[in-house]
């Protein structure tokens, strides 16, 4: 069986490797993230998961895995902010209090769908003006769920955390790991072949 990474995010494919797997094929689904009038967090991820899940091209010997990270205040769904002023906004949210980071993830084989959702809870420590000019100037910021990397410079942001801190990367690998033994996908026990890059 071969595994087909439906997404272009380099932090899942590092993920990935974490646990021995790398694709051999990466292809970014283009779907419409926009969320639906009062979509909740959770579902609006689950749906971007899936929707990714279900606009992969697969052949009948490969299995795709798609992913959806969301970072949530409440109802209020941060999504990838498209300017440093809409970043600092979110930023300036996410200060002194806790947030959600749902990850959802679907497995696909031919007509079959395996899905998992992980909830971590991370707490912000409260931000200055200044740590939040000069981690904009990082540009971490640029293309992530909330604003932010847990991974990057954000660590210091972050007292402490509970749930999957992989699942705030990007990848929930426990449960990644299960669903993709539940449909079959094995990665290779000695050398792994090199990811090929489809457009």
């Known amino acids: ?64 895995l798609t992913a959806d990270t969301t970072v949530a205040i409440g109802r209020r769904i941060l999504g990838k902010a498209g300017t440093a002023a809409e970043a600092a906004d979110f930023l300036r949210r996410l200060s002194g209090r ?51 990397a847990i991974q990057g410079h954000a660590q210091a942001f972050i007292p402490w955390i509970e749930g999957s801190f992989s699942g705030v990367v990007g990848l929930p690998l426990h449960e990644t790991a299960m669903l993709l033994a539940a449909a079959g996908y094995r990665a290779p026990a000695s050398e792994v072949p090199g990811q090929r890059v489809v457009a």
């Open 1 to 64: 069986m071969k595994l087909v990474l439906g997404s272009a995010s380099p932090r899942r494919l590092a993920l990935l490797a974490q646990i021995g797997i790398v694709p051999d094929a990466v292809r970014p689904a283009d779907i419409d993230e926009t969320p639906d009038r009062e979509e909740l967090p959770r579902p609006y991820c689950r749906r971007m998961a899936r929707m990714k899940a279900e606009a992969l091209s697969l052949a009948d010997d490969e299995i795709g």
């Open 98 to 148: 806790r947030h959600r980071v749902v990850t959802a993830l679907v497995v696909r084989h031919k007509d079959r769908i395996w899905e998992r959702d992980t909830t971590t809870i991370v707490r912000f420590k409260r931000l200055t003006a200044a740590e939040i000019e000069a981690y904009l100037a990082t540009g971490e910021w640029q293309g992530k769920a909330g604003a932010y």
